[in-house]
């Protein structure tokens, strides 16, 4: 089905929009066939289609939605969506729905998020869906009282039995009924997606222990695009919906890999998006594929390209990954966190990303690789025992990253870890991209 909607894809962009008409110009668009074709197709970017504008909006089809990014890596790209995609989107579902759903009351399913992307695009669900956000003490009193109630209504189930939403958000959540003491008598999850943010294993472990469930789904997704990848349990990597057409390309030339780490290019399929079409689009996220158990190519995420350190002059491999520098981070309550509400909390239950500077210089033929991490002025340690909880952050940040280690044991590279405090005005300089290395 995949490559039958791929070439449809291709086609319906080159045929509908002025950008891809221009950019497919002599490159025979009708023999994209195979996900192995689009190699010959250039790839586009946030920016590219921002100039774009209206000539990157296929003509024809009447427009009921705008989308948007998050903004994190800058500026926003709106998106608009099309009454025909949303149409075939229903009815996709929908029939998908009846063909597969399990019989017996339907779950109640508690979404949590904070509205930032527009209108979302409606997918039918078999769940019951309750809406809540939190942004304030009294959107957690609230929530909380969604959790507790009792539902008697016919042919769904009494109690909420599933969480999606925002990681920030569900970590927010559990922080205030942590915080409050609140007993949920008679509540079972059974089921957790979060999205939005990369969940390291401190978190998922901490997620996974407060409501007693270990079936936590990460979702990796893009506003731009419609479906994303989820995480799996039996391999530790995240399997693409077969409705998008991932590719890794390398760092520096940006050729197509099959193995190893690359930045991600994504094409979202024909009729799930037809209004602005998104081919080759090469996102700010690495990925690393590795072999894999599963059927699905497995996908593991290294996090945005801004926080992994790659070695841009030599092998274009990642040395150190933002995954790791999280995973590993994650791990230490004395690290200063990204405030993300005034609900977050601090330390281990902050939903922030840690705030940590990574810079690399080179001198004598050797890679100085200095990161300095931000720790709580009043983390309570001795110089003996910051040199330990240092090393600690040194040692297990090399464990995680084969690249770097390779070089430090090779002489070519040195990596030093330092905690240092910072008073708020050096905080503040940390933007929402939070890019982490810097080259010297
Ligand atoms: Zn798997």
Request: aromatic share 8%; charged share 20%; with cysteine.
């Amino acid at each position: 089905m995949v490559l039958r909607l791929l070439s449809k894809t291709v086609i319906h962009a080159y045929e509908s929009t002025a950008l891809y008409h221009e950019l497919y110009k002599g490159l025979d668009p009708e023999r994209v066939i195979s996900p192995s074709d689009l190699e010959r197709l250039p790839f586009v970017d946030k920016h590219l289609i921002k100039e774009a504008g209206a000539r990157a909006v296929a003509s024809g089809l009447n427009c009921v939605a705008i989308q948007n990014t998050s903004g994190t890596s800058g500026e926003l790209l709106f998106l608009q969506r099309s009454q025909e995609e949303f149409s075939f989107i229903q009815a996709f579902y929908q029939e998908l729905i009846r063909r597969i759903a399990p019989t017996g009351p339907r779950a109640i399913l508690l979404l949590l998020d904070v509205p930032g992307h527009g209108t979302p695009t409606p997918v039918p669900t078999t769940n019951f869906v309750l809406q809540s956000s939190i942004v304030s003490k009294f959107g957690a009193a609230r929530t909380e009282q969604i959790l507790k109630n009792r539902y008697d209504m016919e042919g769904i189930e009494p109690h909420v039995s599933s969480l999606a939403g925002s990681l920030s958000q569900i970590i927010i959540l559990t922080n205030y009924l942590e915080s409050e003491n609140s007993l949920l008598p008679g509540l079972e999850i059974k089921r957790i997606s979060v999205t939005s943010d990369y969940m390291s294993p401190a978190i998922r472990r901490r997620l996974a222990r407060y409501w007693r469930c270990d079936n936590i789904v990460d979702r990796y997704s893009l506003s731009e695009m419609f479906g994303g990848a989820s995480s799996c349990t039996q391999c530790g990597g995240f399997h693409f919906d077969p409705i998008l057409v991932p590719e890794l390309v390398t760092l520096g030339s940006l050729k197509v890999t099959r193995s190893g780490s690359g930045r991600l290019a994504l094409t979202s399929l024909y009729p799930f998006v037809q209004m602005q079409p998104l081919i080759r689009y090469l996102t700010d996220d690495v990925f690393e594929l590795r072999p894999s158990p599963c059927v699905a190519s497995s996908y593991f995420y290294l996090g945005r390209v801004g926080h992994c350190l790659i070695d841009t002059f030599g092998s274009q491999d990642v040395l150190i990954s933002g995954s790791a520098l999280y995973d590993t981070l994650d791990e230490y309550p004395f690290v200063v966190r990204q405030p993300a509400s005034e609900l977050a909390g601090q330390g281990r239950t902050s939903t922030g990303k840690p705030f940590v500077r990574g810079s690399q210089s080179f001198k004598d033929g050797r890679r100085l690789v200095v990161l300095a991490v931000a720790v709580h002025p009043d983390a309570l340690f001795s110089a003996h025992e910051k040199r330990k909880h240092e090393e600690g952050v040194r040692t297990t940040l090399l464990r995680r990253s084969p690249h770097m280690r390779a070089l430090v044991s090779g002489g070519e590279a040195s990596l030093a870890v330092e905690f240092v405090t910072m008073d708020d005005q050096a905080l503040k300089t940390f933007d929402r991209q939070a890019v982490i290395w810097t080259s010297a």
